[in-house]
């Protein structure tokens, strides 16, 4: 930790003090005191060692755990960029009321901001627990993950997991998830944009990284526009799940076969059934699946102006959807997401904020060159006609 209280009852941080003045309290073993429980500090330092303030041996502080350097330096860096732009900032405050700490707090436009520098790997329980919490005082959360958690598998595309999963944000002014990284040794900021899983830990997006000393604070919330290769890239996915065969039993094989026996090869299926979804985040179960079931349960058995509502949808896919994610409020998104799709592209008609009307009947391919073709031209139009704001 950064922060303690010295004999006069001045908090102090130790970032922002000389390493001479640092050395002087070592040797002299200045007490200093913890913000939280007021137990006795001692000052750690060393080559390898970012100076710190520790809690004795036996401590029963809840804050009182190690963090580690890559912590430690990423929290003043960050500390350091808020403050160099006159932000009001301040490092590790104690709320009593919740028993916790934030690494970071700043107020911007009267609004109290946590911001969490989160490098260790913990539950999406943890971090619900802890966005809750912190929302109950009325304050919002920033998770920024730590870059060693970043495992980038190409130009826009990267590795997915239900940690970073629970780190994505939909503040209340956009319309676009989003995923931030900081990396304190190179210093740079990545903030992921236009996220499309395609696997279950695999995902498209829109990656942006940039030196922090290049960046300032408003423009991390800045919507990025999507990439123009992305059809063809979500494209060639599509082909690759047509295509791939499934060896192992389990959740698909189980659902392909019950396509089989309503007499549907699950290679034939309509493009409109692997169509991105920008809130698959929400999910449990692959889209090709979820929205298949919808294409051939629900929409196939539709007549020409007969409505499908959202709930109608939703009692559906009911144990294919997710627990809410603490930083995204929209649990059913996804559903309204496909349907949106899906007026789009002419098969439907919004007449209500959560009703339907059908157009046309889906197109239902004979062999797999026609619905490679076929997802072809749909990608394509989906992403002419929302003007590339998939």
Wanted: with cysteine; aromatic share 12%; hydrophobic share 40%.
């Amino acid at each position: 930790m950064q922060k303690a209280i010295n004999k006069h009852g001045k908090p102090i941080i130790l970032f922002q003090e000389h390493d001479r003045n640092i050395a002087l309290w070592k040797q002299n073993k200045e007490p200093f005191y913890c913000p939280n429980c007021n137990s006795k500090l001692i000052i750690r330092s060393g080559r390898k060692v970012i100076p710190h303030f520790s809690h004795l041996p036996n401590s029963i502080c809840r804050h009182g755990n190690g963090e580690g350097m890559y912590h430690e330096m990423g929290k003043y860096l960050l500390y350091q960029w808020l403050s160099d732009q006159n932000i009001e900032v301040d490092l590790e405050v104690y709320f009593p009321q919740i028993n916790r700490r934030a690494d970071l707090v700043i107020n911007v436009l009267n609004k109290v901001i946590i911001i969490e520098f989160q490098c260790a790997k913990i539950s999406a329980e943890e971090i619900a627990e802890r966005t809750s919490a912190y929302n109950q005082l009325n304050h919002h959360v920033i998770w920024i993950v730590g870059m060693n958690h970043f495992r980038r598998l190409g130009n826009n595309q990267f590795k997915l997991n239900t940690f970073l999963q629970t780190c994505i944000h939909l503040f209340p002014q956009q319309k676009i998830p989003v995923l931030y990284f900081f990396d304190p040794i190179s210093q740079h900021f990545a903030t992921l944009t236009h996220i499309y899983e395609y696997q279950v830990t695999k995902a498209f997006a829109t990656i942006t990284i940039t030196s922090i000393q290049t960046i300032e604070f408003q423009r991390i919330f800045k919507e990025m526009p999507i990439s123009v290769k992305f059809p063809q890239d979500w494209i060639r996915q599509v082909q690759r799940i047509r295509n791939k065969p499934v060896i192992h039993s389990g959740k698909e094989m189980n659902w392909r076969r019950k396509l089989y026996e309503q007499g549907i090869i699950f290679h034939y299926l309509p493009s409109i059934c692997f169509l991105p979804n920008k809130w698959q985040i929400h999910m449990n179960t692959p889209f090709w699946m979820w929205q298949s079931e919808i294409c051939i349960n629900l929409i196939q058995h539709l007549s020409i102006s007969d409505t499908l509502t959202i709930s109608r949808c939703t009692k559906l896919l009911d144990e294919n959807i997710m627990n809410q994610l603490p930083n995204v409020h929209q649990k059913y998104s996804a559903i309204h997401s496909f349907l949106t799709n899906l007026e789009f592209l002419g098969y439907f008609k919004k007449i209500s904020d959560s009703t339907y009307v059908k157009l046309k009947d889906i197109e239902m391919y004979a062999h797999l060159e026609e619905a490679l073709k076929g997802d072809q031209k749909i990608i394509t139009q989906l992403f002419l006609e929302k003007k590339g704001k998939m």
